[in-house]
Protein backbone atom coordinates (compact mmCIF):
# COMPACT_ATOMS: atom_id res chain seq x y z
CA UNK A 1 0.00 0.00 0.00
CA UNK A 2 1.59 3.53 -1.15
CA UNK A 3 2.35 6.21 1.59
CA UNK A 4 -1.31 7.73 0.32
CA UNK A 5 -3.35 4.79 0.73
CA UNK A 6 -1.99 4.25 3.99
CA UNK A 7 -2.81 8.03 4.64
CA UNK A 8 -6.53 7.58 3.28
CA UNK A 9 -7.27 4.65 5.08
CA UNK A 10 -6.27 6.20 8.41
CA UNK A 11 -8.50 9.05 7.44
CA UNK A 12 -11.13 6.44 6.51
CA UNK A 13 -10.75 5.20 9.94
CA UNK A 14 -10.93 8.14 12.08
CA UNK A 15 -14.44 9.66 10.17
CA UNK A 16 -16.02 5.74 10.81
CA UNK A 17 -15.23 5.81 14.59
CA UNK A 18 -16.72 9.57 14.44
CA UNK A 19 -19.52 8.52 12.94
CA UNK A 20 -19.40 5.42 15.59
CA UNK A 21 -19.58 8.21 18.68
CA UNK A 22 -22.87 10.08 16.92
CA UNK A 23 -24.75 7.24 16.55
CA UNK A 24 -24.35 4.64 19.25
CA UNK A 25 -26.05 7.49 21.58
CA UNK A 26 -28.89 8.83 19.21
CA UNK A 27 -29.81 4.70 19.03
CA UNK A 28 -29.70 4.36 22.54
CA UNK A 29 -32.03 7.75 23.03
CA UNK A 30 -34.42 5.68 20.86
CA UNK A 31 -33.97 2.63 22.69
CA UNK A 32 -32.31 0.42 19.95
CA UNK A 33 -28.69 -0.88 19.51
CA UNK A 34 -26.20 0.67 16.98
CA UNK A 35 -24.60 -2.22 15.44
CA UNK A 36 -21.34 -0.78 13.40
CA UNK A 37 -20.90 -1.50 9.94
CA UNK A 38 -17.78 -3.53 8.81
CA UNK A 39 -15.13 -1.46 6.46
CA UNK A 40 -13.87 -2.67 3.55
CA UNK A 41 -11.12 -1.20 1.46
CA UNK A 42 -10.44 -2.01 -2.22
CA UNK A 43 -8.34 -0.64 -5.08
CA UNK A 44 -9.61 -1.72 -8.75
CA UNK A 45 -12.46 -4.06 -7.69
CA UNK A 46 -14.19 -6.21 -4.53
CA UNK A 47 -16.51 -8.99 -4.31
CA UNK A 48 -19.34 -7.91 -2.32
CA UNK A 49 -22.35 -9.25 -0.55
CA UNK A 50 -24.21 -7.47 -3.51
CA UNK A 51 -22.62 -8.52 -6.28
CA UNK A 52 -18.99 -7.62 -7.45
CA UNK A 53 -18.24 -4.11 -7.94
CA UNK A 54 -15.52 -1.37 -9.52
CA UNK A 55 -13.63 1.22 -8.76
CA UNK A 56 -16.38 3.25 -11.06
CA UNK A 57 -18.95 2.49 -8.62
CA UNK A 58 -17.25 4.85 -5.84
CA UNK A 59 -18.08 4.34 -2.43
CA UNK A 60 -20.99 1.92 -1.62
CA UNK A 61 -22.89 0.26 1.38
CA UNK A 62 -23.88 -3.20 0.60
CA UNK A 63 -27.27 -3.96 3.39
CA UNK A 64 -26.73 -7.57 2.39
CA UNK A 65 -23.57 -7.97 4.61
CA UNK A 66 -23.82 -4.20 5.95
CA UNK A 67 -20.38 -3.62 4.85
CA UNK A 68 -19.30 -0.20 3.68
CA UNK A 69 -16.88 -0.34 0.44
CA UNK A 70 -14.55 2.18 -0.24
CA UNK A 71 -11.82 2.44 -3.02
CA UNK A 72 -9.20 3.99 -1.65
CA UNK A 73 -8.94 6.03 -5.57
CA UNK A 74 -12.17 7.60 -4.77
CA UNK A 75 -11.15 10.31 -2.92
CA UNK A 76 -8.68 11.85 -5.89
CA UNK A 77 -11.40 11.29 -8.07
CA UNK A 78 -13.94 13.61 -5.74
CA UNK A 79 -11.35 15.55 -6.00
CA UNK A 80 -9.78 15.78 -9.82
CA UNK A 81 -12.71 14.69 -11.31
CA UNK A 82 -15.66 16.35 -9.40
CA UNK A 83 -13.86 19.37 -8.13
CA UNK A 84 -14.79 18.71 -4.59
CA UNK A 85 -11.06 18.31 -2.69
CA UNK A 86 -10.97 18.33 0.95
CA UNK A 87 -10.72 16.36 4.05
CA UNK A 88 -14.55 17.55 5.06
CA UNK A 89 -16.02 16.23 1.35
CA UNK A 90 -14.24 12.83 1.78
CA UNK A 91 -15.81 12.82 5.74
CA UNK A 92 -19.31 13.44 4.04
CA UNK A 93 -19.28 10.55 1.49
CA UNK A 94 -18.33 8.67 3.99
CA UNK A 95 -20.92 9.70 6.64
CA UNK A 96 -23.55 9.58 3.47
CA UNK A 97 -22.93 5.60 3.14
CA UNK A 98 -22.93 5.22 6.73
CA UNK A 99 -26.13 6.84 6.70
CA UNK A 100 -27.92 3.54 4.57
CA UNK A 101 -26.26 1.67 6.99
CA UNK A 102 -28.87 3.74 9.87
CA UNK A 103 -31.65 3.02 7.05
CA UNK A 104 -30.72 -0.65 6.85
CA UNK A 105 -30.69 -1.03 10.93
CA UNK A 106 -34.02 0.91 11.05
CA UNK A 107 -35.74 -1.21 8.33
CA UNK A 108 -36.01 1.77 6.31
CA UNK A 109 -34.03 -0.16 3.24
CA UNK A 110 -35.89 -3.32 3.49
CA UNK A 111 -39.45 -0.95 3.03
CA UNK A 112 -38.10 0.91 0.63
CA UNK A 113 -36.99 -2.15 -1.43
CA UNK A 114 -40.41 -4.03 -1.40
CA UNK A 115 -42.51 -0.88 -2.14
CA UNK A 116 -39.82 -0.81 -5.44
CA UNK A 117 -40.86 -4.11 -6.81
CA UNK A 118 -44.48 -2.81 -6.80
CA UNK A 119 -44.39 0.38 -8.58
CA UNK A 120 -43.20 1.72 -12.32
CA UNK A 121 -39.48 2.45 -13.06
CA UNK A 122 -39.93 6.55 -12.73
CA UNK A 123 -41.82 5.95 -9.35
CA UNK A 124 -38.68 3.24 -8.07
CA UNK A 125 -36.33 6.11 -8.96
CA UNK A 126 -37.62 8.71 -7.32
CA UNK A 127 -38.00 5.99 -4.15
CA UNK A 128 -34.47 5.52 -4.41
CA UNK A 129 -33.78 9.44 -4.64
CA UNK A 130 -35.85 9.90 -1.33
CA UNK A 131 -32.98 7.03 0.48
CA UNK A 132 -30.39 9.14 -0.75
CA UNK A 133 -31.44 12.13 0.40
CA UNK A 134 -32.30 11.08 3.80
CA UNK A 135 -28.77 9.61 3.82
CA UNK A 136 -27.51 13.00 2.91
CA UNK A 137 -29.68 14.34 6.13
CA UNK A 138 -27.93 11.74 8.21
CA UNK A 139 -24.50 12.49 6.93
CA UNK A 140 -25.44 16.22 8.12
CA UNK A 141 -26.54 14.83 11.43
CA UNK A 142 -23.11 13.21 11.88
CA UNK A 143 -22.27 16.37 10.89
CA UNK A 144 -23.91 18.50 13.86
CA UNK A 145 -23.45 16.01 16.61
CA UNK A 146 -19.81 15.59 16.25
CA UNK A 147 -19.14 19.00 15.92
CA UNK A 148 -21.03 19.67 19.29
CA UNK A 149 -18.78 17.29 20.76
CA UNK A 150 -15.36 17.88 19.39
CA UNK A 151 -15.64 21.02 17.49
CA UNK A 152 -14.69 19.19 13.90
CA UNK A 153 -15.75 21.80 11.82
CA UNK A 154 -13.41 24.33 10.65
CA UNK A 155 -13.37 27.63 8.28
CA UNK A 156 -14.38 26.33 4.84
CA UNK A 157 -15.35 22.80 5.83
CA UNK A 158 -19.72 23.15 5.26
CA UNK A 159 -18.46 24.42 1.97
CA UNK A 160 -16.56 21.59 1.14
CA UNK A 161 -19.27 18.96 1.74
CA UNK A 162 -21.82 20.98 0.05
CA UNK A 163 -19.62 21.58 -2.80
CA UNK A 164 -19.10 17.79 -2.76
CA UNK A 165 -22.99 17.06 -2.00
CA UNK A 166 -23.43 19.27 -5.31
CA UNK A 167 -21.04 17.81 -7.34
CA UNK A 168 -22.14 14.42 -7.34
CA UNK A 169 -26.21 15.74 -7.84
CA UNK A 170 -27.69 13.75 -10.55
CA UNK A 171 -28.03 17.06 -12.89
CA UNK A 172 -23.87 17.68 -12.40
CA UNK A 173 -23.64 13.80 -13.02
CA UNK A 174 -25.46 13.41 -16.00
CA UNK A 175 -24.77 16.95 -17.65
CA UNK A 176 -21.11 16.21 -17.40
CA UNK A 177 -21.70 12.77 -18.99
CA UNK A 178 -24.42 12.94 -21.56
CA UNK A 179 -24.70 17.00 -21.89
CA UNK A 180 -28.05 17.22 -20.97
CA UNK A 181 -30.55 16.10 -17.54
CA UNK A 182 -32.97 13.56 -17.09
CA UNK A 183 -35.15 14.11 -13.99
CA UNK A 184 -37.21 10.67 -14.52
CA UNK A 185 -33.86 8.64 -14.42
CA UNK A 186 -32.41 10.20 -11.24
CA UNK A 187 -31.37 8.28 -8.16
CA UNK A 188 -29.81 10.16 -6.28
CA UNK A 189 -31.43 13.84 -6.50
CA UNK A 190 -30.09 17.00 -7.84
CA UNK A 191 -27.57 19.11 -6.98
CA UNK A 192 -30.00 21.40 -4.67
CA UNK A 193 -31.90 18.61 -3.14
CA UNK A 194 -28.45 17.16 -1.92
CA UNK A 195 -27.20 20.25 -0.24
CA UNK A 196 -30.90 21.13 1.31
CA UNK A 197 -30.86 17.80 2.77
CA UNK A 198 -27.24 17.77 4.08
CA UNK A 199 -27.90 21.39 5.36
CA UNK A 200 -31.07 20.19 7.17
CA UNK A 201 -29.24 17.44 9.33
CA UNK A 202 -26.23 19.74 9.90
CA UNK A 203 -28.53 22.23 11.02
CA UNK A 204 -30.87 20.54 13.39
CA UNK A 205 -29.43 16.70 14.56
CA UNK A 206 -32.61 15.97 14.83
CA UNK A 207 -33.52 12.75 12.84
CA UNK A 208 -37.25 13.84 12.80
CA UNK A 209 -36.36 16.35 9.95
CA UNK A 210 -34.85 13.74 8.01
CA UNK A 211 -38.39 12.50 6.94
CA UNK A 212 -37.66 12.89 2.98
CA UNK A 213 -40.28 10.34 2.35
CA UNK A 214 -43.19 12.58 3.35
CA UNK A 215 -41.44 15.62 2.16
CA UNK A 216 -42.01 17.85 -0.92
CA UNK A 217 -38.92 17.53 -3.21
Given at each position: MSEADKQAAEFISVVLASTEDVWHPLFRQMGRTYREPTLVLFTGGVQSGCGQASSAVGPFYCPADQKLYIDLSFFKELAHRHGAPGDFAQAYVIAHEVG???????????QVVQAQRRVSKTDANQMQVRMELQADCYAGIWAHHANRARHILEQGDVAEALNAAAAI????????????????SFTHGS??????WFKRGLQTG???QCDTFNARL
Open positions: HHVQTILGISQGDDRMQQRSRGYVVPESQQRVTSMQ
